[in-house]
Structures are given as C-alpha cells and as structure tokens.
C-alpha cells in the first residue's frame, strides 16, 4: 500500500504556543488529504479535507482560525495548531487519498500534549 | 446524512476460531467499501476494498459484500492474539471523504 508520514510523532509544547504538524505522502501524489483527531477510546474525528493549491474544508465545530491547514503541494499538507490548549490535546493523524480511488492511506499519527 | 454502523463490541473470540464483523450503511449508491484495523495507540490501517457484491479473500481475510441488504463483513479465519484491534468500516462519504464506522474491537483469546 501507499505510504505516508507524518512529523512529528509526538510532541509536547505549553499552553499558548503553536504547533506544525507535517503530512507527506511519500510514494504517491494526493490531491486531497484529510486531517483526523481521536481522543483516548473514542472514534476518529473528521476535522477538515485539505485540496492541493485550495483552501481546506472545515468540518462543523472545527474553528479554522485554530487549526490552519496548508496544503502547498501533491505530497505535503501541514496542520498548525495555534495558540494551543490543553484541551487540544490528541493524537493527531493525517491521511492521503489515492489517485482515482477511495482508498486513504494513514500516517502514523502526532500525539499532542499541551501542558 | 450517510451513516455506517458497527457493533461497538468487544467481541471475544478464541484463537484459532473464525471472528466475524459486521457492518451496515445507509447510502444505497455506494459502490466500494473498506475495512481498516487500528491496533491501539496506533493509526488506522487498510486491509481491505471491496467494490462488488460477493466475497473478496486475501490470506486470513475475506470481505463479504451484500448491496441489496446494504450491508458488509469482514470474516477473519484462524484468528490469532495479534488480530486484537478495532476494526473500522468505510464507506465513501460522497464529497471524496469516508465515512466512518465507531468501530468494533476485537479480542482473541489465546
């Protein structure tokens, strides 16, 4: 299957401060990418799907101010998370979608801690 | 709203025994179906597309696909301890996203 990464893995930054959450697809290109959120125990959470060269299309609830999506390129999108809160704390995963398909292949996921 | 449904589980089988999954959704148009597995603190992985009725066999899995009845399963023969995950159920969301299932968790036993 197609690969994709995501950096980084974890990180841990204090209440305030912005964090960027890279995503590649790494042996293919994905015009759309998707960005998930899932809190311990409970199902993934849609957030936003991301166009190369578009604007990001948000989900309902998710605050767009919050949760900047770039998605400059075939093989990178990138999440910032400004002015965190521990309340944003989660893991944090991307996913690619194949060329003429359905199909979304996963990163392995960033686990945020906002202390 | 499309919707795909799972039994949340867990569902606990013995190993060496077959685990069957089941999943419905509501979208009658939908054409392709995908069951992923997500071992926990982990990420979601795809181990399964199916886009026509009947069955698909890769190794120990098969995808079972009914259009009709608007439902999909995933059958696991000789289920082993590393089989123990939560196992998704996709169905495309109709704006090139998929939707989700909550997912069931499996458990077997040794």
């Known amino acids: 299957g197609a690969v994709v990464s995501q950096h980084p893995s974890w990180v841990i930054c204090k209440s305030g401060t912005s964090v960027k959450i890279e995503c590649r697809s790494l042996d293919f290109q994905a015009t759309t990418m998707f960005w998930y959120r899932q809190f311990p125990k409970q199902s993934l959470m849609l957030m936003a799907t991301s166009n190369e060269g578009s604007k990001a299309t948000y989900e309902q609830g998710v605050e767009k101010d919050k949760f900047l999506i770039n998605h400059a390129s075939l093989t990178l999108s990138t999440l910032t998370v400004t002015s965190a809160h521990p309340e944003d704390s989660s893991f944090y995963i991307c996913?690619?979608?194949?060329?003429?398909?359905?199909?979304?292949?996963f990163g392995p996921g960033t686990r945020l801690t906002v202390t | 709203q499309k919707e795909v449904e799972q039994n949340s589980g867990p569902l606990s089988v013995p190993e060496g025994a077959i685990a069957s999954l089941n999943c419905t959704y509501s979208d009658r148009v939908s054409q392709s179906f995908f069951w992923y597995r997500q071992y926990s603190g982990k990420s979601p992985e795809l181990i399964m597309s199916?886009?026509?009725?009947g069955d698909k066999e890769d190794g120990r899995f098969t995808a079972q696909l009914n259009k009709a009845s608007q439902y999909v399963s995933l059958l696991i023969r000789d289920s082993q301890p590393s089989d123990s995950a939560t196992y998704l159920c996709?169905?495309?969301?109709?704006?090139?996203?998929?939707?989700f299932g909550k997912g069931t968790k499996l458990s077997v036993k040794p």
């Open positions: 199916i886009y026509s009725n």
């Open positions: 996709a169905a495309p969301g109709g704006q090139g996203n998929l939707i």
């Open positions: 996913s690619g979608r194949a060329p003429s398909s359905y199909e979304q292949y």
